[in-house]
């Protein structure tokens, strides 16, 4: 079964949303295999983010990560990485499709809700980035 890492981003946690987006994911039957909600520090969230780093918007991206707590989760699914991408929806939110989470939630271009893995190597990347073997169970 396909393993794909999610993000719940600030400003969605700010906002309460979280128990939504959670509801959302699980009734697309994704499996949530781990889950923490934590405050990233500024060096977790560069870390993280390290493939946009000579993007204009990193600086500003790393910032707003480091706002509230964010909630990390593991998702479990056949063809997860795909899956979990067209239920976010596009980047800008303006550009969402109806029925994702983006377009339902995003404020905007930057703090568009939720985050997910764009391959099954970063997917791999962004697990252990966040969580260890022990917490990962199946
Ligand atoms: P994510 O990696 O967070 O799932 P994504 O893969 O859809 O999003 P990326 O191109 O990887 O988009 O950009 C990472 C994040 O950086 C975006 O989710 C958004 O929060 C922010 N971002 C991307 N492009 C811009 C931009 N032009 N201006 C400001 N912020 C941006
Ligand atoms: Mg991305």
Request: net charge negative; glycine share 6%.
């Amino acid at each position: 079964m396909e393993k794909t890492f999610a993000i719940i981003k600030p400003d969605a946690v700010e906002r309460n949303l979280t128990g939504k987006i959670l509801e959302r994911i699980e009734s697309e039957g994704f499996r949530i295999v781990a889950m923490k909600r934590v405050l990233l520090t500024l060096a977790d969230a560069q870390g993280f983010y390290y493939v946009h780093k000579e993007r204009p918007f990193f600086k500003d991206l790393t910032a707003y990560m480091c706002t509230g707590p964010v909630v990390l989760i593991i998702l479990e699914k056949e063809g997860a990485i795909k899956a979990w991408r067209e239920l976010m929806g596009a980047t800008n939110p303006a550009d969402a499709e109806e029925g994702t989470i983006r377009k339902e939630f995003a404020v905007n271009l930057e703090k568009n809700s939720v985050h997910g893995s764009d391959a099954p190597e970063t997917a791999a990347f962004e697990i252990s980035y966040f969580f260890s073997q022990t917490e990962v169970l199946s």
